[in-house]
């Protein structure tokens, strides 16, 4: 798998990262960050949504990881369809199907 790593901005200025690693056999989402005073502006979901598409175009699920603390950004992937799949000590296991 190729880490591709990508600066999200949003009108010219920037507001986050994301890491998303691309195979045939999936998508695994490894970091998704988004600054705390741009969330709740859609800007995450705008992103989640265009990997999901392009996912579903590849009939491939997408992937990723959630720290058990962590109940703001687990409510906001199981809001995009995202189901848990599993649990390490640490984190939740998410995955959406295409």
Same mark, same amino acid.
């Given at each position: *798998?190729?880490?591709?790593?990508?600066?999200?901005?949003?009108?010219? $200025?920037? @507001?986050?990262?994301? &890491? !998303?690693?691309?195979?045939?056999?999936?998508?695994?989402?490894?970091?998704?960050?988004?600054?705390?005073?741009?969330?709740?502006?859609?800007?995450?979901?705008?992103? *989640?949504?265009?990997?999901?598409?392009?996912?579903?175009?590849?009939? $491939?699920? @997408?992937?990723?990881? &959630? !720290?058990?603390?962590?109940?703001?950004?687990?409510?906001?992937?199981?809001?995009?369809?995202?189901?848990?799949?599993?649990?390490?000590?640490?984190?939740?296991?998410?995955?959406?199907?295409?």
């Amino acid at each position: *798998m190729a880490h591709e790593f990508n600066v999200v901005q949003c009108d010219g $200025v920037d @507001v986050g990262a994301l &890491v !998303l690693d691309r195979s045939p056999e999936g998508y695994w989402l490894s970091q998704l960050f988004i600054q705390a005073d741009r969330t709740g502006q859609g800007i995450g979901t705008a992103l *989640m949504t265009q990997i999901c598409e392009e996912a579903k175009a590849q009939a $491939v699920p @997408v992937k990723l990881q &959630v !720290l058990h603390p962590n109940t703001r950004a687990a409510d906001f992937y199981l809001k995009l369809g995202f189901k848990e799949v599993g649990q390490t000590e640490t984190h939740r296991v998410m995955e959406r199907q295409p």
